[in-house]
């Protein structure tokens, strides 16, 4: 570090040699003791010079530092985004269900219906969205299942048919300082595909995306996201871009912006355990790794490596080895098409 010399004992010395050689300054003295705590303090105002020092570069930044350093070049750190879907809800006939009616998850997880509603026949459909932007709004068909404790508590029961997706967490400072540096050492000019790439990235919920200029001849752009998962996008996401970038975008171009097709990984192998390891703990390891790994590679445009996916298998902590190990049932790399995107599909480890 800059300042890496700077310790009390050398800052002390420093501070005995300018006094008179003539005074008293052993270990115990007058002079000796009153300036060591002033020594300690300049010790410990350079280790917050360091931290300063690193808090003004972008790639040792963080925070609202982060921020700001980014704001220079115009790129700013993206909300969180709420997750929305619909759900069923079910009752008297004629009964009224208020729009900003509150729903939960078994986890308490929050949701909020968006119009008010009139059960007929005894039910009606209703766009929803959660309560608190995030990762966390995106829950599985069929998890929806109470209405929180209210007037209507006990009277009407819900469901979601469907997933809740589209929810994203605010960007972070890795995926901040990334964007930052891809606007500083790829610059944007005039709409190319440096441009387009920018624009889709400023939208939150795009976590990455692909530019494919003159795709369907000339004047056309194809633009193919992926989420802040590096996942297919919620339609809500990919409309959200559509919309901005046909607000940024020169005129004359004909605009087509699509998610990512996901490409499911299916996985399957007998494995061979240690004693006392338990093969549904492996199974959820590895099936985490795998998602890591998939994340890794996703618009990359590297292969699905079977070794690599093999490697991670005898990694597990429990596993002694493995036979009979199958990737979407072979033994070869896969490699997606330029707008697919690898994700876990079913892992079935006996």
């Known amino acids: 570090m800059a300042y890496e010399d700077k310790t009390p004992d050398l800052i002390h010395g420093s501070m005995l040699e300018n006094v008179d050689p003539a005074i008293d300054m052993r270990e115990g003295s007058v002079v000796h003791d009153l300036t060591k705590p002033a020594a300690i303090e300049i010790a410990n105002a350079y280790i917050e010079l360091d931290a300063v020092l690193a808090l003004g570069f972008a790639e040792t930044s963080e925070g609202e530092y982060l921020d700001m350093r980014a704001s220079e070049h115009g790129v700013t750190r993206k909300a969180a985004v709420k997750a929305q879907g619909s759900v069923t809800l079910t009752g008297p006939d004629g009964e009224v269900v208020p729009s900003g009616t509150r729903l939960q998850t078994e986890s308490e997880v929050f949701f909020v219906t968006l119009a008010d509603v009139t059960l007929t026949g005894g039910t009606a459909t209703v ?15 069929g998890t929806i299942t109470a ?19 589209g929810g994203a967490d605010a960007e972070d ?11 500083v050492r790829k610059p944007a000019t005039s709409g190319n595909a440096a441009h387009y790439k920018q624009w889709a990235l ?29 996942t297919a996008p919620a339609p809500s996401v990919v409309t959200a871009a559509t ?33 006392g390891a338990d093969i549904a ?44 190990l199958t990737v979407n049932g072979g033994t070869a790399n896969i490699l997606p098409t330029d707008e697919q995107v690898g994700v876990v599909g079913s892992v079935t480890l006996t």
């Open 281 to 324: 703990d492996v199974q959820a390891q590895f099936t985490e790794s795998l998602a890591d790994y998939l994340k890794s590679v996703a618009f990359t445009g590297e292969q699905i490596r079977y070794t690599r996916i093999a490697n991670l298998l005898i990694d597990v902590p429990g596993v002694i080895d493995y036979a009979s």
């Open 243 to 275: 919309d901005y970038i046909e607000s940024q975008r020169p005129i004359g171009v004909t605009l087509t912006v699509v998610g990512a097709t996901e490409l499911a990984i299916n996985v399957a192998a007998t494995m061979t355990l240690a004693s």
């Open 147 to 165: 209405l929180a404790p209210g007037d209507l508590y006990g009277i009407v029961s819900v469901t979601n048919a469907l997933v809740f997706d």
């Open 173 to 183: 400072d890795e995926a901040l300082l990334a964007r930052l540096l891809d606007r």
């Open 202 to 230: 400023e939208v939150a919920g795009v976590g990455d995306a692909k530019v494919y200029p003159v795709w369907n001849g000339g004047g056309t752009v194809k633009v193919v996201l992926l989420d802040t998962e590096k």
């Open 127 to 141: 766009n929803a969205e959660a309560e608190e932007a995030g990762l966390a709004g995106n829950v599985a068909a």
